[in-house]
C-alpha cells in the first residue's frame, strides 16, 4: 500500500518548506520533497533562496562591503587599517558556511514539526497521486488528500549567450568564483545584476553592466532610481541602459560581448559575463499529462487569488505561479495555503509585499511609484527627507539617499513608500506594517521615533507631506 499524506509539499524553498511547517503545525500528516543539489554534489533543502541566491548573495555584499569600506571609510573614522588584504578563499568559505547551517536548519525544523523531509524528485499525477523518486531508490507513488506545488524558478538562458558555467555563467555561478575576475560583465541591471555587479567591484573588477531598458530600475520610483544611479556611477560600476546583447562568444582568454547601444553595434571584453536578465518558473518535469495543471503562456501555473490551481485541492505557490518572485511572497503564499488547507481563513495582501535591493545604498519600496499613483488619477502629495540630514546617517559615513512617502490627498492613507540609503531593507518593515493597517501620514507623524536613528527619516518624510517637516526645509 502506497504512503498517504494530508498534505504533500513538492519543493523546498522559502515556499515550499515554510507551507510544510505550517501545515504540520495544523496536525496535518505532511510531507515535503525537494531535489536540490549544490555543486558538491551534497543534496540540501532551501531551494535557490538558500543555496545560490537571497543567503549567499547577502553573505557576499555584507563581506564585500566591510573590504570596500576598510579601504575608503575608516580613514575618515580616524582608524587606521594598515595593509588591508583579501582572503577571497576565507570569505568564500563564510559564505558557504553559513549557507550549510541555514540548510540544515529546515532539516532540523522538519524533524521539530513532525515534517517528512523527502530527498528526491516530486511529480504530480491525476488524482492527487505524487510519484517520489528518491536520488538511490525506485519511483514511489504517494497519495495526498492535498498536494502544494513550490517548485521555484530557474535562471533564464540566452539563445545566444548559453552557459558555459565557465566563462559564460548564471547567477549562481557568480556567487562561486574562486577568484576575483579583472573584467567582469553583467546582462541586466535588475536586482541580481546590481547586487552581483556590487559585489565584484568592491573586490576589484572593472564592472560592466548592459542593460537593455531605457530607464534604470524601472520598476522603483523614478526619484529613487536617478539617486541610486547616480551613486553607483561614483563607485565605477559602467551600467549601460538601452544596450541590448546581440552575442557572447567564449573564447580562450574570456568572453568577446557584442551588443547594440541606441542602434550602433558595439562589442567588449571581458574575463566573465554574468547572465541575468530574470527567471522562469520551474516545471520541468513535474506534471502527469492527465495531473489536470494549467500553465499560462509564460510557463507559470495558473492559480486564484487563494494560489488554488484548476485541480480540486492542489495549490500552487511562490516563483511558480504569477507575483513577484521575492521570497518573502513566497513564504506567505505557503501560510495561506497551509491555513486554507486547514479550513481556516487566511489570505494574502498582495498590494503591500516589500522590495527590496541590498546595494549599498540599500533600495527598498512598498506600494505605487508616484508615476503610479499619478497615472490612477488620484491627488496625492510627497514628502521627503534626505539622509543627509539625519544625524545618525553621518554619525554612519552613510549620507547617500532619502525616504520619500506618497500619500493620498482625500484621506491622507499612505499609498508608497520608497527608500534608498543605510539600512533601507530594515526602514521599510516600518512602511509595510503602516500599509497594512491602512496608516494616514499623520499616524507616523504622532509616532514617536527614537533619536537618533535613521528611522527619523521615515517620520520627517511623512511630516514633510503636509509640509511640517521639523529638521529640514519643507518645500
Known amino acids: 500500500m502506497s504512503k498517504q499524506y494530508d498534505v504533500v509539499v513538492i519543493g523546498a524553498g522559502p515556499a515550499g518548506y515554510v507551507a510544510a511547517i505550517r501545515a504540520a503545525q495544523h496536525g496535518l500528516k505532511t510531507a515535503c520533497i525537494d531535489e536540490w543539489k549544490n555543486k558538491d554534489g551534497k543534496n540540501a533543502f532551501g531551494g535557490t533562496c538558500l543555496n545560490a541566491g537571497c543567503i549567499p548573495s547577502k553573505a557576499l555584499l555584507e563581506s564585500s562591503e566591510l573590504y570596500h569600506r ?6 575618515k573614522h580616524g582608524i ?33 514539526n513532525k515534517v517528512d523531509g523527502l530527498v528526491g524528485h516530486g511529480k504530480l499525477l491525476a488524482d492527487r497521486k505524487v ?67 556590487s559585489v565584484w567591484r568592491r573586490l ?26 547616480k551613486d553607483f556611477k561614483k563607485q565605477g560600476l559602467d551600467i549601460r541602459l538601452g544596450a541590448k546583447l546581440t552575442k557572447a562568444t567564449a573564447g580562450k582568454n574570456g568572453v568577446k560581448v557584442e551588443y547594440e547601444d541606441k542602434g550602433i553595434p558595439e562589442s567588449l571584453e571581458v574575463d566573465k559575463l554574468v547572465v541575468a536578465v530574470g527567471r522562469r518558473p520551474f516545471t520541468d518535469g513535474l506534471f502527469a499529462e492527465d495531473s489536470g495543471i494549467q500553465l499560462d503562456e509564460r510557463g507559470f501555473i495558473v492559480v486564484d487569488d487563494e494560489c488554488r490551481t484548476r485541480v480540486k485541492n492542489v495549490f500552487a505557490i511562490g516563483d511558480c505561479v504569477r507575483g ?16 486554507l488547507i486547514a479550513g481556516e481563513i487566511a489570505e494574502m495582501n498582495y498590494d503591500v509585499i516589500p522590495s527590496v535591493i541590498y546595494t549599498a545604498p540599500e533600495i527598498a519600496w512598498v506600494g505605487k511609484t508616484e508615476a503610479e499613483v499619478k497615472e490612477s488619477g488620484r491627488e496625492y502629495k510627497t514628502g521627503s527627507f ?10 554612519m559615513e552613510q549620507t547617500t539617499g532619502l525616504v520619500k512617502v506618497v500619500a493620498a490627498v482625500d484621506d491622507d492613507e499612505i499609498l508608497g513608500v520608497h527608500i534608498v540609503g543605510p539600512m533601507a531593507g530594515e526602514l521599510i518593515g516600518e512602511a509595510v506594517l503602516a500599509m497594512e493597517f491602512s496608516a494616514s501620514t499623520e499616524d507616523i507623524q504622532r509616532t514617536i521615533h527614537a533619536h537618533p536613528s535613521l528611522s527619523e527619516a521615515v517620520h520627517e518624510a511623512a511630516l514633510a507631506a503636509d509640509k511640517k517637516a521639523l529638521n529640514y526645509p519643507n518645500k
Do not use: C, Y
Not at 576589484?204 to 544611479?229: K, Y
Not at 513577484?324 to 491555513?339: I, N, R, T, W, Y
Open 70 to 75: 576598510a579601504h575608503h571609510e575608516f580613514a
Open 80 to 112: 587606521k587599517a594598515g595593509n588591508i588584504e583579501l582572503d577571497l578563499g576565507a570569505l568564500q568559505k563564510r559564505r558557504a558556511g553559513i549557507v550549510r547551517q541555514l540548510t540544515n536548519g529546515i532539516a532540523g525544523l522538519f524533524k521539530a
Open 131 to 197: 510519484e517520489f523518486t528518491p536520488v538511490d531508490g525506485k519511483a514511489e507513488v504517494i497519495e495526498a488528500e492535498n498536494v502544494i506545488v513550490a517548485t521555484g524558478s530557474t535562471p533564464i538562458e540566452l539563445p545566444f549567450a548559453k552557459f558555459d558555467h565557465e566563462k559564460i555563467v548564471d547567477s549562481w555561478d557568480a556567487l562561486e568564483f574562486d577568484e576575483v575576475p579583472k573584467r567582469l560583465g553583467i546582462i541586466g541591471a535588475g536586482v541580481i545584476g546590481l547586487e552581483l555587479g
Open 204 to 229: 576589484g573588477a572593472e564592472v560592466t553592466i548592459i542593460e537593455a531598458m531605457h530607464d534604470f530600475l524601472f520598476m522603483a520610483d523614478r526619484e529613487i532610481a536617478s539617486v541610486a544611479g
Open 324 to 339: 513577484p518572485m521575492l521570497a518573502h511572497k513566497g513564504s506567505e503564499e505557503g501560510v495561506m495555503a497551509a491555513d
Open 386 to 395: 534626505p539622509f543627509a540630514a539625519s544625524g545618525r546617517a553621518k554619525a
